[in-house]
């Protein structure tokens, strides 16, 4: 199901990911900690003590701080989704895994030892503060309509606002703000490293959603006059909006890997009952409605598994890849529900049980075609690039 990994490294990291994800995070799925707003915080610590001990922890960041590529990266984030827990246990999950990469991208010496080396130990988590909240006008999947605001007063900025969908920021130690920043015509952002918890960010309630896989839920939070020293600039004022570009396609590509991994999962299980299940007379599998969804799914993942090889590649070529992670995001998330759609249908009534982990993952991956942007706003921003392209081309010939 997984396409081979690029190199030797990769592919023993991998290897030793997906062991330990089948072997030691599989049996916590049913552990009691894992709530409607996420693993407890004593469940993500047990399981990051197991996955030190394993030798896994982060396992996409080398000891020396270097990266894997990005197409090793997803040999190895597509193991570590095997589980819903697999990407919690092993310090791959949302928001931190693209946090951390754009604090190895951006920060300062001082602000990588302060921000981030507690990120890739696990020892703590994060939380990316942009969306707003949808009926005051703010920001979501267009940011230019960011309504925080981040004024300078002498050595500190002060922000007032309110986010929402904030994952993970129950619990977490520390947090990247993006704000409004400077006046006229253009608005500017500037983006921000905060410690939390912190009197001045106030979480108002935890978001009931469809998932329930990340540490610390979906946040709608109120910043009233949160003091932050300049040192505290994430990279140069006014290039918040730059430096989101240079965090979200890869952070988008990584979903599509961790999904992927769910997905496969949910797929063995359906095909092992498929091939052991009877009914009228023979194999589940034998009738050809059932046999031809998992023909389907077989088709979805090979093709879901090349598009996020292919955007790796784009990646690691240097460019920036917002088309391509647009095409690769719209194409896998769509392909991944699918593939669990038809899971479910499959199992019968076990599917819309919680016997397995078919039903999560079907929500999960539900969820996945909003995060990171709707599917219809990947297909809008790519019709514009066409148009441009085109009549560029025309003016051309």
Known sequence: MFTACPTERSRVIADRVERFVRD???????????????????????????????????PHILPDGSHLTQLETAAVLKRSGLSPLGPVAVNTMAPDEGNMFLLGKVATEAQQQRFLAPLVSGEARSAFFMTEPAEEGGAGSDPSMLQTTAVRDGDEWVIRGRK????????????????????????????????????????ERLLDTIDSSMPGGHAQVLIDGLRVPQDQVLGEVDEGFRYAQVRLSPARLSHCMRWFGGVARADEIARAYATTRKAFGKLLIDHEGVGFMLAENLIDLQQAALMIDWCAGVLDGGSLGTAESSMAKVAVSDALFRVADRCVQILGGMGVSRDTIVEQVFREVRAFRIYDGPTEVHKWSLAKKIKRDTLAASHHG
Not at 172 to 183: C, E, K, Y
Request: charged share 25%.
């Open 24 to 58: 030691v995070v599989v049996p916590y799925e049913r552990d009691v900690r894992c709530e409607a707003h996420g693993p407890t915080a004593g469940l993500v610590a047990e399981l990051r003590d197991l996955a030190r001990a394993a030798g896994v922890m982060t």
């Open 164 to 203: 929402k969908f904030i994952t993970g920021a129950e619990g977490a130690s520390a947090g990247i703000l993006m704000a409004r920043t400077g006046d006229g015509e253009r608005a500017q952002a500037t983006m921000f490293l905060v410690d939390l918890p912190h009197p001045a960010i106030r979480i």
